[in-house]
């Protein structure tokens, strides 16, 4: 009954498992947030590229 007790007593690894909550939390977070950026970057792109489409070097 002492080791169980001591095992469930034990807090060793807690940390290594909030480091992985935390971790996996903040990809998640930046992969949201990328997905989210892209809209944005492709319709700036298109904007751009309709008015250089217009330029004429010669």
Do not use: E, P, R
């Amino acid at each position: 009954m002492k080791k169980i007790w001591t095992f469930i007593a034990s807090d060793d690894g807690a940390v290594t498992v909030d480091w992985v909550v935390l971790t996996a939390a903040m990809v998640g977070l930046a992969a949201l947030i990328s997905s989210q950026m892209q809209d944005g970057v492709l319709g700036l792109t298109n904007a751009l590229v309709s008015y250089m489409s217009n330029w004429d070097f010669s």
